[in-house]
T-cell receptor, first 114, second 114 residues
Framework: EPEVTQTPSHQVTQMGQEVILRCVPISNHLYFYWYRQILGQKVEFLVSFYNNEISEKSEIFDDQFSVERPDGSNFTLKIRSTKLEDSAMYFC????????????FGSGTQLSVL | AQSVTQPDIHITVSEGASLELRCNYSYGATPYLFWYVQSPGQGLQLLLKYFSGDTLVQGIKGFEAEFKRSQSSFNLRKPSVHWSDAAEYFCAVGAGNAGNMLTFGGGTRLMVKP
């Protein structure tokens, strides 16, 4: 089965630093997403991306966050100035079209902000 | 706003026993409903989904779920649990533009006794 790939699997950063989380969605997919899961809490939607623009975003996705599809294969999440509360597992996901299609999740990047 | 409740944080069953994981949702329209499974160190894998039609849906690994609109429930079942089913299970409802945005429940951790 095709996979969504996320790198790195674990990233440690200092508070206030910028961090970029990388994802390679499945090649023919058109919709891209970021979710996060703070330890012990629910998986939360951050943002969806389609046709090179954000289609929806949650309240969590404030000005400190941005997403980009810099080339035909990568999909990145940037946190400009990390805070302690940004520590979480970040999941990238993609799918071909709308909700009738299966959403594929990556195995996540564990971000630790010190 | 939509929400998902999984009342059971932990469940332990014996191998070979039947399983039912509960999920209740709150959503104003006809929901898109999903069950995902997460094994340690892995991403979220889709078990099954409901969009419309037959309220009993079959998924992978022998799982099924039944949508009951009157009870706002979408419980996951398996007639005979295997040790490899030990994992965390998440129920989710899709909302937003064409179900773009998933709202997850808090998860149920399943342990399987030999």
């Amino acid at each position: 089965e095709p996979e969504v790939t996320q790198t790195p699997s674990h990233q440690v950063t200092q508070m206030g630093q910028e961090v970029i989380l990388r994802c390679v969605p499945i090649s023919n997919h058109l919709y891209f997403y970021w979710y996060r899961q703070i330890l012990g809490q629910k998986v939360e939607f951050l943002v969806s991306f389609y046709n090179n623009e954000i289609s929806e975003k949650s309240e969590i996705f404030d000005d400190q966050f941005s997403v980009e599809r810099p080339d035909g294969s990568n999909f990145t999440l940037k946190i400009r100035s990390t805070k302690l509360e940004d520590s979480a597992m970040y999941f990238c996901a993609s799918r071909v079209q709308g909700p009738n299609e299966k959403l594929f999740f990556g195995s996540g990047t564990q971000l630790s902000v010190l | 706003a939509q929400s998902v409740t999984q009342p059971d944080i932990h469940i332990t069953v014996s191998e070979g026993a039947s399983l039912e994981l509960r999920c209740n949702y709150s959503y104003g329209a006809t929901p898109y409903l999903f069950w995902y499974v997460q094994s340690p160190g892995q991403g979220l894998q889709l078990l099954l989904k409901y969009f419309s039609g037959d309220t009993l849906v079959q998924g992978i690994k022998g799982f099924e779920a039944e949508f009951k609109r009157s009870q706002s429930s979408f419980n996951l079942r398996k007639p005979s649990v295997h040790w490899s089913d030990a994992a965390e299970y998440f129920c989710a409802v899709g909302a937003g533009n064409a179900g773009n945005m998933l709202t997850f429940g808090g998860g149920t951790r399943l342990m399987v006794k030999p």
